[in-house]
């Protein structure tokens, strides 16, 4: 039988509470209104209302999901500037793929077995294969 889990229990803040209203026009996306709200579910107006952009971006390679925030004071303005955070987010996007691409390009590469080695000139052992002579 195991023993006690030991991952911690995950806890709610109560004084980092947002309602979550969803507003979309069917066509290009989504806008994600995040309402800060007080423990007891009433509207905090200490705290300012952030709005969250979602859209796909069809690439050569499938739909690409975008997220972003939306620079706005109220749901019009997050809409008039909907465009702007989408493509903001779509160059941030292709700018981490390509530093990516480009790891992955200069990633250390293991010399075959039997090349000759830089330092020692000398070959190196065949690598998991089983060779008769």
């Known amino acids: 039988m195991a023993g006690p889990s030991t991952a ?3 806890k709610m803040d109560s004084q980092d509470l ?3 209203d969803i507003y979309t026009d069917r066509r290009v996306g989504t806008i994600r209104v995040m309402t ?3 423990a007891d579910g009433t509207t905090d107006p200490t705290r300012p209302t952030s709005y969250v952009g979602q859209a796909q971006i069809m690439t050569p390679a499938g739909a690409l999901p975008l997220s972003f925030e939306i620079d706005a004071k109220n749901l019009a303005e997050a809409c008039e500037n ?3 955070g989408a493509k903001m987010a779509f160059e941030e996007t ?3 793929l390509q530093e990516m691409r480009r790891q992955q ?3 250390i590469v293991i010399p075959e077995a039997g090349a000759a080695s830089a330092l020692t000139g000398q ?4 690598r998991g294969k089983i ?3």
């Open 94 to 96: 292709m700018k981490e």
């Open 18 to 20: 947002y309602r979550e």
């Open 131 to 133: 060779q008769i002579p």
């Open 82 to 84: 909907f465009a702007d």
């Open 105 to 107: 390009a200069s990633s």
């Open 123 to 126: 070959g190196l052992p065949p």
């Open 36 to 38: 800060p709200v007080k």
């Open 8 to 10: 911690p229990e995950p």
